[in-house]
């Protein structure tokens, strides 16, 4: 009948009120933890506020047999509840072509999202942002992000950068983990695209009450806590004095490496 992807925002209270009734009215209940996290949200939440069993899926279920949702869904209502805004992600995106394939309808309740949250709170404008990338753990090495990121310099760019999350092994990557990793691919290209002296500015727990914003040169960076995750890395390409100006008041980003990359 109809499978509804339902976004959760980035925070335990970002569903809306049409997702909580989606819910609701559900058959079945899915949240899928893998591509994103909630800060403070949790299962027995979710089952409270629905009234709802919540069964959690992992990648392999997501991805790779997705069977048992596209069945249920074919005869009844099933809602899969997303972190963030269900369609950023390309998993979810097959999932809801699979389900048109097998004429089940599909709906979307949209939420916040870390791609317009990011901007906003950096204080960037969102139409500059070009691709952006995932940087993996080492033991799934990809240049790419590093590629994505000198492509967007080039062309002024600013780029985001998302940190790998391994939701069934427990392992969540700090902004540090992700910059040693892009400084170890600078090593090896040496193309002078993440350095020590990049600004760069790391998002934590975007949307919650203790979100922070801090902006700095690579080198001071690597050093600082930013508490518990999920974190982002946002390098600023060419910068809007607006830009410039917002990223000195909200990220407390230096005023010499802001200058830098005025024009």
Known sequence: MVLVFVGLGLEKGGISLRGIEEAKKADAVYLETYTSIVPGLSVSYLQELTGKKVKVLDRRLLEEEPHEILEKARDGRVVLLIPGDPMVATTH???????????VETKIVHAGSILSAVAGVCGLQSYKFGPSATIPFPDNPSARPYEILADNRKRGFHTLLF?????????????????????????????????????????????????????????????????????????????????????????????????????
């Open 93 to 103: 995106i097959d999932l809801r072509l699979r389900a048109a394939k097998m004429n």
């Open 163 to 263: 940190l790998d999350i391994r939701a069934e092994e427990g392992r969540v990557m700090s902004a540090n983990q992700g910059m040693e990793i892009m400084l170890g691919h600078e090593l090896v290209r040496r193309e002078s695209i993440f350095t020590p002296n990049t600004l760069v500015v790391v998002v934590a727990r975007a949307g919650c009450e203790d979100e922070l914003v801090r902006a700095g040169r690579v080198e001071e960076m690597l050093g600082v806590d930013f508490g518990p995750p999920p974190h982002s890395l946002v390098v600023p390409g060419r910068l809007h004095f607006i830009e410039a100006e917002a990223l000195k008041v909200f990220a407390r980003a230096p005023e010499d490496a802001v200058d830098e990359l005025v024009g």
